[in-house]
Structures are given as C-alpha cells and as structure tokens.
C-alpha cells in the first residue's frame, strides 16, 4: 500500500520525505566504521601472500611463518611498526630511479590498511572471505624442479674461524644442452652460507682442469699456486648466486640461461662461522624449456678490487667506482649489487660523454637481505654503452654491523673484509655465449 506525509498545509516537501526515508531505512545499519574495518581474512591475508608469504611460510628464511591467522596475531604490533618504519618487507630501492617487477615494498593503500586492523584489535573477520591459498612449490620458490642437483659430499664447516671458499664440480651428463627457465641454490646449513655461486663450465672449458670431481676442495688443498689463483677467477657463466635474503631466478617469457651438452656444474661455497660446527649439502633446482628461446641470459660484472685497499679506520662514505663498456647490443635485465658489511650504498650508472649520466639504480646496501632488482621494462643497451657502479661504504661506528670500526679494512673473501661487485643480467641471442659476447662486435643483435 502505498503512503503519504502530509503537514497541517499539505504534502510534505519531496527534499524532506526523501531525507526521512532515508533515515528511516538507515536504522539498523551497522556502523559504516565498523562495515569498513579492516579483517585479517578480507584485507589483510591477500598482502601477506602477495608480499610477505615468500619468506614467512614453513622452510623459508624468515624466523616465523605469516600464512594463518593464528600464526599473524601475535605479531601484529611488529608487523605494524616495521610496515610503518618500511623495514619490511625488505626493498632498498631508491624510488628516483627505475621500476622493477619484483618489488615487494607496500603502497599506501596496504600500509593504511595493515595500520588500521592493528589499531582495531587486528579482527580475524569471516575465513570465507579468505583469498585462495597460493599454490607454493613443496621446498621450493621456483616450480617444481625438472631436475634437483646435490653436491655429492656435504661439507663440515667448524664453529669458529675462517673458512676458505670451498668448490664442488658436478657433472651434468647432458647429452644435449638444457635452457633453464628458472633455478635456485637451497643450502642445507642457510645461516652459515654467506654466499653460493654456480658456475657453468662447458666442455672446452681448462677453468679447473686438474681439480677433483664430486669432492669438496679450497684453493689451499689444490697445493698448486696457479691452480690456487685460477679457482677465484674464471670467465666462466655464473648459472646463479645465493646470498642471504635473495631470490631464486625466474626468468621472463622467451629467455633463459643456457648449460651447454656435457658441461659441469662449479659450486662456489663461502661458508661462515657462528659458534656451532655443522654439515652443508647444498641443492639446485633446474626447470628446463624446451626449444630455443628469443634470447640467452647472461650475468657480467663490475667489479673493482683496486681502489677500495684499503678504507680508512673511522671513515664514512668512503667512494669506489668502476666503468666499464657494452663490447655488444643487448638488453639489460637487471642488478645484483654485492658488498660486505661495511656497504652502504650502491648505484650504477650509464656514462655519456656527450651528456648527462643516468642512474638506473640506487640502493641503500644491506648486507643481510642482498636483493637482486629486476627491470620491470627491460631496458635495450646499445654496443658502446658506457656503465659504472659506485658503492660507498661506511667503516664508522654509525654502522651498527661494522665489527670494527678501527681498523683498515682491505679487500678480500671474508666478511670482514670487504667487495665491490656490481652483477647485472643481460639478454643477448640465443647463440651468444659470453665469451663470444665480449669478442667484438656482433651484427644483428636485436
């Protein structure tokens, strides 16, 4: 039945029933502040998948697992003030230069909405409002391995000291070469690993000749000073690197490492001491393509071990660059700047001399989360490209992680020492290796 509001002069004005109808269907509403707050289930699991479960689920490297509500609620206050001081999740980009794909860093959007469930009693809200449940591989971060590769002989790392690099040659008895779409290095021992190297040594390769197979050696067992130089430099392929908080390596559709037929798999171990003696036994897993991609990946260096010997006692910003030039077109993928515990900050550069300089990248170092940054757009680099790296270092004792702030510090493998290396990925075609690469210049790389 339809109705009417009349007033002692007639109909009531059509403003004002539209005003009481509304009022009068509003009663009963729930709150609009509490309709909108934030529940773990709606708001805030799809940020923890999305941003945070790479490293916080059973297995990985962060201390505690983010996946349930009763694994989230107690670190709920942390979790705020570490979104609020952007220490987590980890990314150290400079937002003044470049966009890269495999930023983890929140948005305001995330930021306030974390914020705000803490702030309201972090509410579980309805688990049907829960996203799917993200479909991780068992053990690894890449998909499930088309082959796993152990070093055959785990390695005794002792509980104080000095641990040379230790190396691991595996055949691969490939009887045809293997285009890999994504890998990983899983140590067994993660918090003794200051970093991990696979190198790939073709067949034609004399890097390492007359050193053992399948067995754990240091340059100082090999009892031969030629051999004992040659096991720290090579111009050999790098397959990948691991060191603390970086990622396995997938690569984008249409390009990816190659191992060429019979070719041997090095393993490069640095091992570090913490006071507990254990066993390392390393894994890499490998999902192959098949056919032959647009373009091959490979990882050159910047690396400069001259000028930093040695920095000061007491000094920071402390400068070292390093140039080099593109011999060849390709398409820069991305970086993976490498510092020991005084590294501060790290940039890399394009040089003109006709022009001013471009940064591609700069980040505020941090030793313990090494994050490799890819180009979100890959960026073409045509031969004659000039590049730099400059890393600063802070040997002061601002440095919370300096373990000495009085001493010189030279260059050198252990982590008190220090590095200056700046990895970046390029994309050549498929027929390039990196010897050819560097060659001369080649026609038609595009």
């Not at 070469?177 to 690993?193: C, F, M, N, T, Y």
């Not at 690197?241 to 041997?264: C, F, L, M, Q, R």
């Not at 220090?418 to 290796?433: K, T």
Request: hydrophobic share 35%.
């Amino acid at each position: 039945m339809a109705w009417r509001l009349r007033n002692n002069h007639g109909m009531v004005p059509r403003w004002l029933f539209l005003l009481l109808t509304l009022i009068i269907l509003g009663q009963g509403q729930p709150n609009e502040a509490h309709k909108l707050r934030p529940t773990f289930y709606r708001d805030i699991l799809p940020v923890l998948q999305e941003h945070c479960q790479l490293c916080h689920r059973a297995g990985e490297i962060a201390p505690f697992p983010l996946v349930t509500y009763q694994d989230t609620r107690p670190w709920a206050s942390l979790i705020a003030e570490s979104v609020k001081t952007r220490r987590m999740p980890p990314w150290f980009a400079d937002p003044c230069c470049g966009h890269f794909s495999n930023d983890l860093s929140l948005n305001q959007r995330e930021m306030t909405a974390i914020a705000d469930w803490v702030g309201s009693g972090a509410p579980a809200g309805n688990p049907r409002d829960a996203p799917p449940d993200p479909r991780w591989s068992k053990e690894w971060n890449i998909p499930r391995p088309d082959l796993e590769v152990k070093m055959p002989v785990a390695v005794n790392i002792p509980a104080t000291g000095d641990v040379e690099y230790t190396y691991e040659i595996v055949r691969t008895n490939f009887p045809e070469g293997k285009w890999i779409q994504a890998s990983e290095l899983r140590p067994s021992a993660r918090d003794h690993v200051h970093h991990a190297v696979v190198y790939v040594r073709p067949p034609e390769s004399n890097w390492l000749r007359d050193a053992p197979v399948d067995v754990p050696f240091t340059a100082s067992t090999l009892r031969d000073p030629h051999l004992m130089h040659e096991a720290h430099s090579t111009t050999s392929d790098l397959l990948l690197v691991y060191a603390p908080g970086s990622s396995a390596e997938n690569w984008p559709a249409g390009t990816a490492k190659y191992i060429p037929a019979h070719s041997d798999l090095v393993f490069q171990m640095h091992y570090t001491t913490n006071g507990h003696a254990t066993k390392d036994q390393t894994r890499l897993g490998l999902v192959f393509i098949k056919g032959e991609p647009k373009r091959r990946v490979l990882t050159l260096q910047l690396a400069n071990d001259h000028d930093m010997v040695p920095i000061p006692p007491n000094t920071d910003n402390y400068r070292v660059e390093v140039e080099g030039t593109l011999p060849n077109d390709c398409l820069l993928l991305g970086f993976f700047p490498h510092m020991h515990l005084r590294g501060k900050r790290f940039e890399y550069d394009i040089v003109r001399d006709d022009g001013p300089q471009e940064t591609l990248l700069r980040v505020n170092y941090h030793f313990y989360w090494q994050l490799s940054y890819r180009l979100a757009t890959p960026r073409w680099l045509a031969a004659g490209t000039k590049l730099r790296a400059i890393g600063w270092y802070d040997n002061s004792r601002r440095n919370v992680h300096n373990p000495n702030p009085d001493a010189a510090v030279e260059w050198g493998d252990q982590t008190y020492n220090e590095m200056m290396v700046g990895f970046f990925d390029v994309a050549v075609p498929p027929h390039i290796s990196k010897e050819q690469f560097f060659l001369r210049r080649l026609a038609g790389n595009k």
